[in-house]
């Protein structure tokens, strides 16, 4: 029986922060008892039976393990409102309840909620897909560098530059593993740096570093063994966090709260990488967050700033519901990271500041992304951004303060002109133009900006308002492959891209016209 485990290390492995936030897999073969185990292949049974009608798993495995781990008092049974019926504000209070009651009880111990990595479509192309052919001046480009430059690079004297070229490129490929505690940047890196450190020497220190991390990169469910990439803890319980606070029940759920509180301040970069990390081109990230946990030590640009944000909630509440907050200095860190990503354009990218040519991703030799060679600015990253700087600018208004109005200025600017003819904007990290338009609009709302005072926002309303359906909306991920707005097959509403929607509503104001 499989058993998900959270915050433990083993042989080969390193943490600078004891682990929390690591979630992998284990085959125990004497765990569970024979109820348990009858359970577990009665769920793979029956998703096996409806695969073709619902194709994403459950996570019924780990729903399953951790709500045992966190037992729980009844919950509220649910509330039906008929056609025609006023919404009570007991009704959505009872909604409440019971919504983060189920949240309670699948958060890990050390605070983070687990979960399969299956938002972004690039893990598997690379077996299902072609969606990137490769230019003309690319084929050619590699044929010459085949047939003819890598043969006279292999005879001497020239082989000699080869050797040296070697040894660079491996000097960086150690260097990122040991930076991102053999994680790598992700799944595709990970893979080519394993099997880099593989050539050099099957037996070094550095490939039984990458063989330990491979259980990373692993998610169980109920439809077997999948690849995912290095995990969403921070993610994932930001934006949890933020929602539980959102409700007025923060001291029905404090206990929850606090774990999240201790996840959060664990899993806050404290160091820029080792040595002169500018000559291996990487950038600073002391106060960042990272998209998983502190160990894999790359800082994106809206994990900061959503990091930044829950945080920043935190230290309002009493430390005797939630724990001692944060130290102002690594508010100060986290804001310093922000600003140091923003690019001329107003805009953010994710993981680095853009400072390469558009032109190079003419060779993108990966057929399965798009765009994806250099850094480019995303109007979710740009929207988190102003978020965290607005609510820091609001706690700690002396700290900064041309350079953060000026930040925020500039990236209001760029969601703006990013802005599509429908009102709409493209998504690039969830599906997809409800996606990016409801990010877009929470930026401009944090800034004051509404339906009454700013046309960008009426016209993301009316966007909105144009793809709604009878009951709500459903947007397919065919619009991110095909960037036209498509609905789901046969026209069915999705609960979250709904309440994506609402959220913009609400926020713009647009209710109160």
């Not at 169980?220 to 290095?230: H, S, V």
């Not at 998504?427 to 609009?441: D, E």
Request: charged share 25%.
């Amino acid at each position: 029986m499989w058993k998900l485990k959270i915050a433990e290390g083993g042989p080969w492995l390193t943490s600078v922060n004891n682990h929390v936030g690591r979630q992998h897999w284990e085959f125990d073969p004497d765990a569970g008892t024979p109820e348990e185990r009858a359970e577990v292949e009665r769920v793979r049974d029956e998703f096996t039976r409806n695969r073709f009608r619902i194709k994403q798993s459950a996570d019924l495995l780990m729903r399953m393990q951790l709500t045992k781990e966190n037992p729980r008092g009844p919950i509220p049974p649910p509330v039906k409102v008929e056609e025609g019926e006023d919404v009570t504000e007991e009704g959505v209070t009872t909604t409440l309840r019971r919504a983060i009651s189920f949240y309670s009880s699948i958060q890990a111990h050390d605070g983070h909620w687990p979960a399969e990595n299956a938002g972004p479509l690039f893990f598997f192309p690379p077996m299902e897909d072609l969606y990137y052919p490769h230019p003309l001046v690319q084929d050619m480009l590699w044929g010459f560098l085949h047939h003819v430059t890598e043969p006279v690079l292999k005879r001497w004297p020239f082989s000699m530059i080869r050797e040296k070229a070697l040894k660079v490129a491996i000097k960086h490929v150690h260097y990122e593993d040991e930076n991102s505690r053999y994680l790598t940047i992700g799944c595709v890196e990970k893979v080519l740096c394993m099997i880099a450190c593989w050539v050099e020497d099957p037996n070094s220190e550095a490939y039984k570093r990458h063989l330990a991390r491979i259980p990373d990169y692993y998610w169980i469910a109920e439809d077997g063994l999948k690849m995912q990439t290095f995990g969403c803890q921070m993610w994932d319980a930001a934006f949890t966090i933020q929602a539980i606070m959102s409700s007025n029940l923060t001291e029905e759920y404090a206990t929850t709260l606090r774990k999240g509180h201790d996840f959060v301040k664990a899993s806050q970069v404290q160091d820029n990488p080792s040595d002169d990390f500018k000559a291996m081109y990487r950038h600073i990230s002391k106060g960042a967050w990272t998209f998983a946990m502190q160990d894999h030590g790359w800082q994106v640009s809206d994990c900061t700033a959503e990091g930044l944000k829950t945080a920043l909630l935190f230290s309002q509440m009493s430390p005797d519901l939630v724990g001692e907050k944060m130290e102002t200095e690594r508010f100060y860190d986290a804001v310093n990271v922000i600003l140091s990503l923003q690019s001329s354009n107003g805009g953010f990218p994710a993981w680095e500041p853009q400072r390469a040519y558009a032109w190079l991703e003419k060779f993108n030799p990966t057929e399965f992304f798009e765009d994806t060679l250099i850094e480019r600015e995303y109007v979710e990253c740009t929207s988190s951004a102003i978020q965290g700087l607005a609510l820091f600018k609001k706690l700690h208004p002396k700290h900064r303060r041309k350079e953060i109005d000026s930040c925020i200025a500039r990236a209001i600017d760029y969601i703006e002109d990013t802005q599509l003819p429908d009102g709409s904007w493209y998504g690039c990290w969830g599906i997809c133009y409800t996606y990016g338009t409801w990010f877009a609009v929470e930026g401009l709302a944090a800034c004051g900006k509404s339906y009454r005072n700013c046309p960008s926002v009426r016209k993301a309303c009316e966007f909105l308002l144009s793809k709604q359906l009878p009951c709500g909306g459903g947007e397919s991920y065919l619009s991110s492959q095909n960037k036209v707005y498509t609905n789901l097959e046969g026209n069915r509403p999705n609960l979250v891209q709904t309440a994506w929607a609402l959220l913009s509503l609400i926020d713009a104001g647009q209710v109160r016209v």
